[in-house]
């Protein structure tokens, strides 16, 4: 799977540019805010229909301009295609054209372009909040699986809506009533998240655990695991069970979703934590040890990829390598000998024997 070339007219900071990418890596060498993860980010959405620095499409259109443009000639699926997305900064919304069809959802262009985003903030997500970890595994699912992104797009539109009834109440009672209609659809497609999310964390953990003892000389034992609502204890159980567990789950909150005015419990509150030899990295895990790990979630999320789809995914490392000391910058490195790859960085002649470099300057290419 590769991304042979790139027009952008409009997105970001680029007025009208036209790329021709090399099969194996690509460098992207230039000062900061220069265009560089602009461009990862273009080539991110081009085959998802997410942009992973905003959720507004309005900020991926360069100031002042009605529209953006992005077009791409890809080699995957053992075919040519091509895929474009003209966002709007109205209320209009977005087309996607496949191979020049107008497709009505990013569903529609799964497995044409998967990709692996890999950036400094990634370095310490099992550190930080539940939510960063949740993002994590729904893009990757998002693009191996078009059920779940549909279900994943219900799910937060039936969350808002419920969250919107709650607060609510108390100026119009009567819209109570649809509480239980809300609920029960709640837990039908909750249940679907579960399902999946539990079979993705599961080959996840077996692929992580594999690089984690690599990295660590086997000196550590890595450990992932699931965690979901109380009621829940089989995550792999069939989904009706599913939904019956999450129902029993919110029937125990209802009182206290009333009287706070939010919804208190459901997948939307799913993690996952990892031990290394039993103890929580969390808690206790190091800084080295923690990038270690997550180095580890995020190969292994494109090993599971590439097992899955028989295609090697685009991976994009955004400034990642300059956050890592040799030792794991190698090792990344080492992981790279297959497939496409694009590497930000901002000092010139540090990897340029990796591959193609291209110099950005103010959204200007200048190729090496």
């Known amino acids: 799977m590769e991304i042979r070339d790139l027009t952008l007219r409009s997105f970001r900071n680029y007025g009208e540019i036209s790329l021709e990418f090399d099969p194996g890596v690509n460098l992207l060498v230039g000062d900061n805010a220069q265009g560089k993860t602009n461009l990862l980010e273009a080539i991110a959405y081009l085959g998802s229909g997410r942009a992973f620095r905003t959720q507004k499409t309005a900020e991926l259109i360069r100031l002042g301009d009605p529209f953006a443009d992005l077009e791409g000639k890809v080699y995957s699926q053992e075919r040519e295609q091509t895929l474009r997305w003209v966002l709007f900064s109205g209320q209009k919304p977005r087309q996607l054209y496949r191979n020049g069809v107008k497709k009505r959802t ?49 799910y937060q539109k ?129 800084q080295g040890q923690t990038r270690t790990a997550a180095i580890s979630l995020k190969l292994a999320q494109r090993k599971l990829m590439a097992d899955q ?30 497939g496409q790859v694009f590497i930000t960085c901002c000092e010139p002649g540090r990897f340029t024997k990796l591959g193609k470099t291209v110099t950005i300057k103010n959204g200007v290419m200048y190729y090496v």
């Open 309 to 338: 789809s028989g295609e090697i995914p685009v991976l994009l490392l955004d400034d990642v390598l300059s956050e890592l000391d040799p030792g794991r910058q190698d090792f990344v490195l080492n992981q790279i000998t297959e």
């Open 158 to 286: 039936i969350i808002d809506q419920k969250s919107r009834i709650l607060k609510d109440q108390q100026e119009n009672p009567g819209l109570l009533e649809l509480l239980p209609d809300y609920n029960t659809r709640l837990c039908q497609v909750g249940a679907i998240l579960i399902s999946y999310r539990a079979r993705f964390f599961e080959g996840l953990a077996r692929e992580a655990k594999e690089y984690h003892s690599h990295f660590s000389g086997g000196a550590e034992d890595f450990c992932l695991s699931y965690k979901t609502v109380s009621t829940v204890k089989d995550p792999f159980a069939p989904v009706k069970d599913l939904e019956q567990d999450l129902l029993s789950h919110l029937e125990s909150h209802s009182r206290a979703e009333l009287s706070s005015c939010q919804c208190l419990t459901g997948p939307h509150k799913d993690d996952f934590d990892v031990t290394l030899s039993g103890m929580s990295l969390k808690a206790f895990g190091s």
């Open 106 to 154: 990013a569903a529609d262009i799964s497995g044409v372009l998967q990709t692996v985003l890999f950036c400094p903030e990634d370095l310490m997500v099992l550190k930080t909040g539940a939510s960063a970890r949740r993002r994590l595994a729904d893009t990757a699912l998002c693009q191996l699986r078009p059920n779940y992104e549909s279900a994943l797009s219900e």
